[in-house]
């Protein structure tokens, strides 16, 4: 597609829960990134797929997050027992990779709130 | 881990002031990237920076990158109400998890009409 689509905009849901974040990422682009952005704070990484494989998990902040890209596309961000901590505009990026440069290209993020 | 500090968090100005922020690394980068945040936007990615001591300018934006590639700075002259919104740096380091980009927690520019 033309940008990086992520659905759903927003997501409100109770304790506990579980959460699924949907992203679409521009056509070509084999990078795929996660990040998550907390009011008055810059974009935290989470998780970094080159291809379908999860180059990089090490910002999953406990094993109640888990994201797949089992395509080399789309990718899922997936919450179990969602705590209000959690709440927060989870944004998608993907990127061309090209030697010496990772430049994201940003969705416009999927903002949740845990009640 | 790899810490990137951003200074001030806010910043007000009068229309036609000028405006700097200033980003600084824990770590050496192998590059910087500056984003721009518009209110209730996305982060849109600026320029990235690679060499040491590199300037790149963008009409008013100037955009620095220190000898040491541990800081950087990105000043504003004459700004615009089109300028308003939260400016963040974005550093990569060599080697490990190359790829993923530390960002710093934001300039928030207002400006005044």
């Known amino acids: 597609g033309a940008g990086v689509s992520q659905t759903p905009s927003n997501k409100v849901t109770e304790k506990g829960k579980y959460v699924e974040l949907r992203c679409d990422p521009i056509?070509?682009?084999?990078?795929l990134y996660w990040y998550r952005q907390s009011l008055g704070q810059g974009p935290e990484f989470l998780i970094y797929f080159q291809g379908t494989g999860a180059a990089d998990d090490s910002g999953l902040p406990n094993d109640r997050f888990f994201a797949v890209r089992p395509e080399g596309s789309v990718s899922t961000l997936k919450i179990q027992r969602t705590e209000r901590g959690d709440s927060a505009v989870y944004l998608c990026?993907?990127?061309?990779?090209?030697?010496?440069?990772?430049?994201?290209?940003f969705g416009a993020g999927s903002r949740l709130t845990v009640l | 881990g790899q810490q990137v500090m951003q200074i001030p968090q806010y910043q007000h100005v009068q229309e036609g002031e000028d405006f700097t922020t200033y980003c600084n690394s824990s770590t050496t980068l192998s590059n910087i990237q500056w984003y721009k945040q518009r209110p209730g936007g996305h982060p849109v990615f600026l320029i990235q920076?690679?060499?040491?001591?590199e300037v790149k300018k963008q009409k008013r934006l100037t955009f620095q990158f220190g000898e040491a590639k541990k800081n950087s700075s990105l000043h504003i002259t004459a700004t615009q109400t089109t300028d308003v919104g939260t400016y963040f740096c974005?550093?990569?380091?060599?080697?490990?998890?190359?790829?993923?980009?530390?960002f710093g927690s934001g300039t928030q520019l207002t400006v005044l009409p």
């Open positions: 974005a550093g990569s380091t060599q080697g490990g998890s190359a790829r993923q980009l530390t």
């Open positions: 056509s070509g682009h084999t990078a």
């Open positions: 920076l690679v060499k040491s001591g």
């Open positions: 990026a993907s990127s061309l990779l090209r030697s010496g440069a990772n430049v994201l290209t």
